[in-house]
């Protein structure tokens, strides 16, 4: 009776944090970059009830008898799906189109990992001017660097080229590569990679190094 009872309990436990979170998947609908969390779910030891032997004559007996004693969360993994694009009037705002992640600077001085492409030009300590996420922190170029720019740039002439390039006017108005590149990167299991909240991710040995 008692296992009986158990049982049960871990079952609505387990169903208690996929309903949490469906939850917090609804609750991100609008939100940029955000990517659908699934719960996986797996068996608990089996008790054997009877093993496989032989009768008296030698002769085998059915096959053996065992019990389940219940369920428990395995895993909650991230979706790495395309998500439909939403318009934007902002000139630094991007998306990406298939795998890839961008590259933030957190501030505990670490990488994090993100699809949101929904950053801004900032004015920095130094005067000059930084590509930012929306807490202001900085998005890195192809090399792992933060993105800055002279402070007497109009960040209204940047440009964006289709691989990444970083583009701003000449004299005479024609676009000059700035020798910037937007940092686009890839992991080999995506799946492997831990959540930090928001849209961050950050490398795990599961998910290995960033490409």
């Known amino acids: 009776m008692v296992r ?5 309990a871990s079952g609505m436990i387990a169903q208690q944090t996929n309903v949490d979170t469906i939850a917090n998947n609804l609750s991100n609908v609008n939100t940029v970059g955000y990517k659908t969390d699934t719960v996986e ?14 009768t008296a004559n030698g002769d085998p007996k059915p096959i053996g008898a065992q019990v ?45 990992y993100t699809r949101n492409g929904n950053f801004v030009y900032a004015i920095n300590a130094d005067g ?11 998005v890195l170029d192809s090399n792992g660097d933060p993105i800055e720019f002279d402070g007497d740039i109009v960040t209204s002439n940047i440009s964006i080229s289709q691989d990444g390039q970083f583009m701003y006017p000449d004299g005479d ?18 799946a492997g990679l831990m959540k930090q909240g928001g849209t961050l991710f950050a490398q795990t040995p599961a998910s290995g190094e960033a490409m």
């Open 128 to 138: 000059g001017i930084s590509l930012t996420n929306s807490n202001g922190e900085a």
């Open 41 to 54: 779910f797996k068996s608990l030891l089996y008790q054997t009830l009877q093993t496989n032997t032989t």
């Open 173 to 190: 108005g024609n676009p000059q590569n700035m020798g910037i590149q937007l940092g686009l990167f890839q992991f080999m299991n995506p």
């Open 68 to 112: 389940g004693l219940g369920v428990r969360t395995s895993a909650i993994t991230s979706q790495f799906r395309q998500g439909p694009f939403q318009a934007s009037d902002s000139l630094s705002a991007f998306a990406i189109e298939g795998k890839g992640f961008f590259a933030i600077a957190g501030e505990d001085g670490n990488t994090y």
């Open 4 to 8: 009986s009872l158990w049982s049960a």
